[in-house]
Structure formats: C-alpha cells, structure tokens
C-alpha cells in the first residue's frame, strides 16, 4: 500500500523568508505523480505544484518549488518570499494511476504560520 | 469557466439518518472523486466514477454509495450515519486522459455534522 508521510505537523517563517516543507512515500511503482495542495481556512484544496515520476527535472512554479528525490523517495515543498497569504494547512499527496482509476492518497499535513 | 461546486455547504444530521451531498465538476472533466476529511487528517480517498459507473473504492463501508449522472456531476449518499462520519467531504474533479490532465481540482467541501 502507498503511504505519504509528513513528519512536520506545523512549521512557521517570517516574511519573505524561504521555508521548506518535508514530505516522504513509500510505493513500489515506477510511474506515478506527486503534489502538494494547499488548504487555507476556507477549506478548498488548492494545487500548489506536480511533480512527475519520471521527470528528473525538479518542478517549479513562481515561488515554489519542489526537490525530488525519487531513489529516497522524498518530495520537499520550497516556498521562497512568503506572503502572509500562503498561511495554511499543506498536504503532499500521491496518485497512482490503475487501468481507468486513479487515486489520491495524502500525508496529515503541515501547518504553516507566517509571521510578520 | 466555473471551477467545482459543491453543495450544500453545511450540513447537520442525526445518527441513522441518510445524507445526500453533490458535486458539479469543472467544465470540460469527466471524472469525479469523493474524499473525506476528518478533522486534523489529510483527506481519505472514498471511490471514484467515470462513465457512469465506480471505477475504484476506497476502505469505506457499504453505507457510503456514489452516482454519477450524464451531465458528469455526481452524488455522495450515506446511509445510516454515524458519529464517525462528521467531517469535511471534498469532491474532485478531473479528465480521465492521462497524465498532466488528470490533475484533481477540488471543491469547497462540504461540512456534515452527526449529532
């Protein structure tokens, strides 16, 4: 079975600074994507960033971006200049896709606080 | 172009009643997702349809039954509701193409309250 693990249940940075969110999997397929979503208070799960299994290129989006390191298995969230916006719950997620399905499997999450 | 929408938003119901929750997907997606979310959890995959029918299930009891309509929107139905089953449900929707397209875009949820 796919687990994601997310050993950071909160982290907090100061404006403008960088901050790195860890997260870890476990999974015996060779093809397959990653995410990050964000979820602020208002609940709705947000893509962030996607990574795909088979790109060794490290995905990025504005400020954000992700180390993957698929031998560890280990995919890390790097936000540069924080904004008080990106307050939130972040969750990594798994999808792995058989025949016509597909699922997403999710770590706990990390909260992040961003501080003035 | 309307993202996925969900409703109601709120929701409060007894032990042993049944619930009703629908999803509308993103224009131009074929696939939907259900999930819940308790609280302080990542969300838990509950199954997914494509072409009318579910496609894969997760670990959820029979209570929890799905449908999807022509139109690609869909319904959560829960039979016999536990307290357990207070948490936040979250649709998703994608296009069942592969790759890049099958990104899964969310809902705002909805919130169901067993009492």
């Known amino acids: 079975a796919q687990t994601v693990t997310q050993s950071q249940p909160e982290m907090s940075v100061q404006e403008a600074e960088t901050v790195t969110l860890s997260c870890t999997y476990d999974t015996s397929e060779s093809d397959y994507y990653l995410f990050w979503y964000k979820q602020p208070p208002s609940r709705q799960m947000i893509l962030v960033i996607r990574?795909?299994?088979?790109?060794?290129q490290n995905a990025t989006e504005n400020r954000f971006s992700v180390n993957f390191q698929k031998a560890a298995k280990s995919f890390s969230l790097k936000i540069s200049d924080s904004q008080l916006g990106d307050a939130a719950m972040y969750f990594c997620a798994y999808r792995i896709q058989t025949g016509t399905a597909s699922k997403l499997t999710f770590g706990t999450g990390t909260r992040l606080q961003v501080t003035l | 172009d309307a993202g996925v929408t969900q409703s109601p938003t709120h929701l409060i119901k007894t032990r042993g009643q049944q619930v009703t929750l629908r999803c509308s997907p993103k224009?131009?997606?074929?696939?939907v997702s259900w999930y819940q979310q308790a609280l302080g959890q990542g969300p838990q995959f509950i199954f997914q349809y494509y072409e009318e029918e579910e496609r894969q299930r997760g670990n959820f009891p029979d209570r929890f039954s799905g449908h999807q309509f022509p139109n690609y929107s869909s319904e959560l139905n829960v039979n016999a509701l536990l307290l357990g089953d207070s948490a936040l449900y979250l649709c998703?929707?994608?296009?069942?193409?592969?790759?890049?397209?099958?990104?899964?875009?969310f809902g705002p949820g909805t919130r169901l309250l067993v009492l």
């Open positions: 990574q795909e299994a088979y790109k060794q």
């Open positions: 224009s131009g997606h074929d696939t």
């Open positions: 998703a929707s994608s296009i069942l193409a592969g790759g890049d397209q099958e990104t899964q875009y």
